[in-house]
């Protein structure tokens, strides 16, 4: 099993509880010298002790205590992903064995960017793929995606029965639905970070450099909108493949099933 995970930061200074969150990262970097990613490993105790010692710098009962993951931009500004059970993980959305087709079209072909470690002698292991963008442009990425699809859904009528793949844009439509609602709830200065996570586990390595669901998506829409449905239909099943293929390895099973 492996998840995959939809994250937003939200911008420090948009937040009511700003004066908490700045505190709680300035301590985390004299702490730990480095911010809280999901990728940041606690050993033993450690956790405790960092709650413990910020519980005391804030003169603040631990119970009340809140945790984040936090990144900087290059303008030096602050956006903070809020974590924890009384938070609820509001800020996250995972899927399990798979990635929802709407949170690829979330961001552009020239956002992906690589987690990686060097393995000696200039050599490069990739080790995991994520996306960043503004939530602002993600909104209008998601909305004119839905436009395009909910256009040519009403002029294609019962004809796209006739497309095997197309007709699962359908549930594509759906669920940028529910994802654009989720995301309009944040401020627009926020970023939106996709992260494959364990999903990279179950792509071949040598391939992982040319993983493009993304792109994929994009050049399908693009295919649609000019007409080309034979296309879009052929490449829509191409991804359905892959990402069936994914998800089952990654499910322990090799069953076919929907991904949508």
């Known amino acids: 099993m492996a998840q995959s995970v939809l994250m937003v930061y939200e911008y420090l200074d948009a937040l009511k509880e700003n004066n908490y969150w ?42 009340y205590l809140k945790d984040c993951f936090f990144i900087k931009d290059k303008d030096e500004k602050y956006y903070v992903c809020p974590i924890g059970t009384d938070i609820k993980n509001l800020n996250i959305l995972a899927a399990e064995n798979r990635i929802p087709y709407e949170w690829f079209l979330l961001f552009g072909n020239e956002e992906k960017n690589y987690f990686y470690t060097h393995t000696g002698f200039g050599a490069i292991h990739h080790d995991s793929i994520y996306y960043s963008t503004k939530i602002e442009q993600s909104l209008e990425r998601i909305e004119n995606a839905e436009k395009l699809i909910s256009d040519n859904l009403e002029i294609l009528g019962d004809d796209i029965n006739g497309f095997q793949s197309l007709k699962k844009l359908h549930l594509i439509k759906d669920g940028i639905f529910n994802i654009k609602d989720w995301i309009s709830g944040f401020n627009g200065k926020g970023i939106l970070i996709l992260n494959y996570g364990e999903i990279c586990s179950f792509i071949e390595q040598n391939s992982l450099k040319d993983e493009n ?32 293929d994914i998800s089952s390895n990654a499910a322990g099973t090799f069953e076919i099933s929907s991904l949508q």
């Open 22 to 63: 700045m505190e709680y990262i300035n301590f985390y970097l004299k702490f730990w010298d480095g911010p809280a990613t999901p990728k940041s490993t606690w050993w033993g105790r450690e956790y405790h002790e960092f709650r413990q010692s910020l519980s005391n710098h804030l003169d603040l009962d631990e119970k």
């Open 213 to 244: 669901s993304v792109g994929n998506l994009w050049e399908i829409l693009d295919s649609i909108k000019s007409g080309e449905l034979e296309k879009a239909d052929s490449d829509l099943r191409f991804l359905d493949i892959k990402w069936m």
